[in-house]
Every structure is written in C-alpha cells, then in structure tokens.
C-alpha cells in the first residue's frame, strides 16, 4: 500500500472579466478495492457553488458556478488517497483463449455494448491497415495481444507533449507517427473495440518517481482499459507500456475523451486573451512530512 497526496491546480487568467456558467470538474480519484480517498480539499476563486454527483459511469463529478464576474478562474484540488496496486502475475484467461473473436457471456455484453463499438470514423482506412499490421496469430491469448499492442504503441509512436486540445482523431495519429498521452490511449481505445473488445478511455493521475521520469508526469494523463473475462477492467497505459500499474491513478472513466475531461465550462462575455496553466504533483505523504 502506498499513501500519496495529490494536487491538481488549474488556473485560467482573462485579459477581460467575464462571468461563468456551470463547470463539472473531474478531479476526485474512483473509490474501489484498489483506492482509498483518505482527504479531499477543494479551493475555488472567486467562490460558488459546488454539488456533487455521481454520473452513469460512477465517476465523482463536482458541478461548479463560480460567483459574480472575475479576470481569472482558480481551482485546486488536493487529496490524500490510499492506493493497493494489483499487479497482473500469471494470470489464467480462460474464456476467450484467442485474441480474435472475442466472445462475452450474454449478461457482459448487454453492459459492455457502448464500449465495443467505435465512436470515430476511418474514412481513408489508415487505422485498419496499421491495425491489421499488429493482428498476430489466431491464437495468440487474449491478453498477450492487448500487451503486445500496448508495448508496440510506447516503442513506435512519437510521444509529443501537448497541454491543450482534444484527443486527435486514431487516424490521425498513425498518420502523424506521434502525439501525446490522450493520443495513445485513444487510439488503442478505437483500435481494440475494432477487434471487438470492450474497452474505455480513462483519465487521472501518475505517480513516476518509484521509476523514474515517465511520459505524462507533471499533469494529468489517460490510458486504455479493456474488459476481459476473468480479469475484468484491465489497466493499459501505452504511453509508458504499463499495465495494472500501482502508478496509475485513475479519476474518470469514458466511452469518449471528451466526457472524461477533468475540467469542462463555459464562461459570458469576451475574455480576450485567455492563458490556462496546469500544474499536477503526485508524491508519497511521507516524503512530504520529512521535508517539513
């Protein structure tokens, strides 16, 4: 078990005032077997509004109405979570025994439904052919091919940090030969549910310094989760090959990278230039009670 402390800070600065509408933040980590949240501290400028819900997903979602008119808009969350990793060792996959096709029990697949079909479209046909490029044997295990692939996106795709924007298109990003952390998981999302698995894109935070510097550190970062039979929802980070990693810390999950992103508003009037910063650090409690 490790006990970390976690904070998330997101500041937008206006040249102009505006006012804001509702914003739904995405910043509490997924209570389960696997993760315990110990404390929780929110801080918002100027104040509001604040309701908490759980969504369809189960994801902690915070409605925010900042109050009144402002030229910049604060949110900081920090949080002290337990976290009881579970590394895959040896597991037995029994059903399906094959990558392709893969069959779920009648009972998974009405729940698993939205998360077999594709959301993006491949008009020009570049995702299926690297696709078919990576399908193996017919009777590669199911698991070892989701690895394979997981390991073949970290070792052959350009990882380019990128703050701000949506997930590119998979497409696209085989075309380009890089991109970042959304990038990656979203195109082994989209390239799985084609082989027909179920698989969702996940959002949260990384802990790296028990191994070093790794892609993704320092904000916030996504990766894969695909649904296998005797294991579950199975935790696939191809920017840093990793899988059911205790660095991985996950805070929301989603069918697309657009119903994950951790903080989503709008605002009234005309703010001018608009500058948005983000700062994410993930350490153990310890280390930061010898430094005090």
Known sequence: MARLRIRHETIYAYERPVAFAQHRLLLRPRDSHAIRVMDAVLT???PGETRWLYDALGNSVCCFTPGGQSRALSITSELVIERYPAHLADPRVEDPQ???????APQDRTVLAPFIDPATEDADGDLLRWLRGQVGSPHEPALELILRLNQTIHDTFEYQPRDLGAAQEPSHTVRLGA???RDFAWLMVEALRRLGYAAR???GYLYSPAHGEMRGAG?????????????GWTEFDPTNALAESG????VAVAR???EATPISGAIYGDPGATNMAVHVDVRPVDSLQAAA
């Open 247 to 250: 660095d991985l810390i996950p």
């Open 219 to 231: 904000a916030t970062h996504a990766w894969c989760e695909a649904f296998l039979p005797d294991l």
């Open 201 to 203: 894109f996940v959002t």
């Open 44 to 46: 918002v400028s100027p």
């Open 256 to 258: 697309t990278p657009l």
């Open 98 to 104: 094959t990558a392709t096709p893969i069959v779920y």
């Open 179 to 181: 991109g970042t952390c």
